[in-house]
């Protein structure tokens, strides 16, 4: 793949009006953008031999139908919950996402929040979804960047800026979500863990149309449990309901590297 793209943008410094042609193709393909053009990361791949910290993010199946979820959320203005197993790769995915909107919706808002700042944005640390947003942009091929762009300007602390389309992606955290203006999506991350989350549903009732709860289970009663006893289960394909919560569910045996024998290995260490 990172041979393909080489090939593809000789392709575009050649002729500019095949860039022209794919952005256009891009803005309505998601997952064909994440999965040409967008980066992922994992550290515990250091030192491993054959594998590389930096891949490009080719999704499983199961990621692909939560791309194409998070959209019609966004295109059907409803709300979205994802319940998640850990290593689902959801909020990297999520993060490519608003990178995309960002990229090629004119004018968008999107916000994203998490109970503790530093699980926002701290700088250099990739397990913050802001040196998440920051590194997808960076290793985007300058093509596909806005005009103007600049790192400096445009790529701060909790604020991500789009000079040629005014959209913009910025980050708020604890009981503070919600209260930075109006958005048209706004993600969650681990939103079943917040101290006070009636506040934050409260604040952001009325600030966004569609609000995405990003999180793994943390028991019952809470905020999270309660959206999603009460939502409606998507299926791939079908369209969303207004007024509801609804819900992706990820389960680990989506995972094509989780098969039942290291389900068990894992639970006889639990």
Request: proline fraction near 5%; include cysteine.
């Amino acid at each position: 793949l990172f041979a393909w793209r080489q090939k593809q943008l000789q392709l575009f410094r050649s002729n500019p009006k095949m860039l022209e042609a794919a952005k256009l193709y891009y803005r309505d393909h998601p997952v064909e953008f994440i999965e040409d053009w967008v980066d992922t990361y994992d550290p515990r791949n250091a030192g491993v031999p054959g594998k590389i910290t930096r891949m490009p993010f080719i999704m499983f199946p199961r990621q692909r139908e939560l791309t194409l979820f998070l959209y019609a959320c966004l295109h059907g203005e409803a709300d979205g919950l994802i319940e998640k197993c850990r290593d689902a790769g959801a909020t990297w995915l999520s993060v490519a996402v608003s990178v995309h909107l960002w990229l090629f919706y004119d004018g968008i808002s999107i916000g994203w929040g998490s109970r503790k700042e530093q699980l926002v944005d701290k700088l250099g640390d990739m397990d913050s979804i802001f040196e998440k947003i920051r590194a997808v942009i960076r290793n985007l091929p300058v093509e596909f960047l806005p005009k103007g762009f600049s790192e400096k300007d445009h790529l701060t602390y909790m604020r991500v800026l789009n000079p040629e389309n005014d959209a913009s992606i910025t980050g708020e955290a604890g009981n503070n979500i919600g209260r930075g203006g109006r958005k048209r999506i706004y993600f969650k991350d681990e939103s079943a863990h917040y101290e006070r989350p009636d506040l934050i549903e409260a604040a952001l009732g009325d600030n966004t149309r569609v609000q995405i709860d990003i999180s793994s289970v943390n028991g019952t009663g809470n905020v999270f449990h309660r959206r999603r006893e009460a939502g409606v289960e998507w299926t791939p394909g079908a369209p969303v309901v207004k007024g509801k919560a609804n819900v992706f569910i990820f389960d680990w045996r989506h995972h094509p590297e989780k098969t039942e024998a290291w389900y068990e290995e894992r639970r006889r260490k639990a």
